[in-house]
């Protein structure tokens, strides 16, 4: 007889505990815990995957063969890419998006133009009637595509022992159950055992596998989150329903690279290339984004640089500090034969003369409000000494820069 179980399981991580806690000590998240009933049978009559499994024993690392992963081709250029080169024998391929953003769509027609490959597809969401109306509005030619409607997954390992397909679809993981733990379709355990017996079976039997799944509300795969460590691949299918456009990205790829996109364009009798434009927009703004980044930089720089740079040399002897606000506003100003103002220390603050011919103060014109005290120890030595300008612009740049 089988023995019920009660575990309490973490939502966010997935870990388990006879009793329930506050904080996972997994993961660290709190009130995350749930109660799941788990009913264990006896081996001998707990379906593994419905094949004969394979005993492994440990061999040298010499002993493995090695190279490139064969490839299968799915006939569709932006999944092959973003596939790593196209689906490898044997892989775990997780599919996830929002509820109508085309997920069945482009699995459906996808393997609906793989003629030489026997697919089986099984659905839990919808009926053989739904998907074949589906299927008539994709142009297609014959297809050996298996559809069979179906839920509990050792069901399933009986159709796959009576059809031996050398790919199948799940859609959608969260919709199916096995008997072995009494808990209801989507709850964490059930996509846990379920996903991992899946795993098994594709490694065991080198059938590759394509799941598809729901997100929640936070945008991430329904389920625990071990489900993304189990399989070997998670593309997401992201877009505005609003919009004709989807984005195909890869989130974890152990077979190929997480920097690919895929492009489609979603129209009525399903998911295609989109026109020469929308490639060309799409390199345009990589280009521009890059282009964007590298002037960026060389702009800092430039002006990082650029105060550190004298705009004319100082008189030998001079203590003047080229960096300093008051010598780089005195040098951008080109020099006159003539001067006209002079500033100098008048009761401790600048005063504005006017200038005789031979660079000494003159009559006085005005005391601002600039305490030489103040100023930096070049500037007010300067000041101190007699500053001389050249034009009216030049003294109001020079009162400027001081602070007035």
């Known amino acids: 007889m089988a023995k019920e179980k009660t575990v309490y399981v973490c939502t966010n991580c997935g870990q388990d505990s006879p009793k329930w806690v506050g904080k996972c000590p997994s993961c660290g998240a709190w009130n995350t815990y749930v109660e799941e009933i788990i009913r264990k049978e006896p081996a001998n009559k707990r379906p593994v995957s419905g094949l004969e499994s394979v005993k492994s024993k440990p061999v040298t690392l010499n002993d493995i063969t090695g190279g490139d992963e064969p490839r299968i081709d799915m006939h569709d250029e932006e999944l092959n890419r973003v596939l790593g080169g196209g689906l490898v024998p044997g892989s775990l391929v997780l599919l996830g998006g929002e509820p109508g953003i085309g997920k069945s769509t482009l699995v459906l027609q996808t393997v609906l133009h793989l003629p030489d490959k026997k697919v089986l597809y099984i659905s839990g969401e919808e009926s053989a009637r739904q998907l074949k109306l589906r299927a008539d509005r ?3 030619n014959s297809s050996d595509c298996l559809i069979v409607c179906e839920t509990s997954l050792e069901q399933i390992y009986v159709h796959i022992k009576n059809t031996r397909p050398d790919l199948v679809i799940i859609d959608s993981i969260q919709t199916i159950s096995t008997e072995t733990i009494d808990s209801s379709p989507g709850s964490l355990v059930q996509v846990r055992e379920c996903s991992a017996s899946i795993l098994k079976f594709a490694k065991e039997t080198n059938t590759p596998v394509i799941l598809i799944g729901h997100i929640n509300k936070e945008g991430s795969i329904a389920g625990p989150k071990v489900l ?20 195909l990205r890869s989130i974890k790829n152990r077979f190929g690279s997480t920097a690919e996109l895929g492009i489609y364009e979603m129209r009525q009798n399903g998911a295609y290339l989109p ?54 506003a005195a040098q951008a100003v080109p020099q006159t034969d003539t001067a006209r103002y002079c500033l100098q220390d008048s009761g401790g603050r600048v005063a504005v003369y006017t200038c005789r011919a031979d660079g000494t103060p003159g009559t006085l014109i005005r005391v601002t409000g600039i305490y030489t005290n103040l100023l930096p120890e070049n500037d007010a030595l300067r000041i101190k000494r007699g500053l001389v300008v050249n034009s009216p612009r030049e003294l109001d740049l020079l009162l400027e820069d001081l602070g007035e």
């Open 228 to 247: 993304e460590h189990i399989v070997d691949t998670v593309l997401q299918f992201e877009g505005d329903q609003h919009y004709m456009y989807r984005i």
């Open 138 to 140: 994709i142009p297609h």
């Open 275 to 328: 026109g020469k434009g929308v490639f060309f927009m799409r390199k345009l703004s990589v280009c521009l984004f890059y282009g964007l980044c590298v002037f960026t930089i060389v702009f800092s720089l430039f002006w990082m640089a650029l105060p550190k740079l004298p705009l004319s040399q100082s008189p030998a002897g001079s203590e003047t500090d080229p960096a300093s606000p008051l010598s780089l």
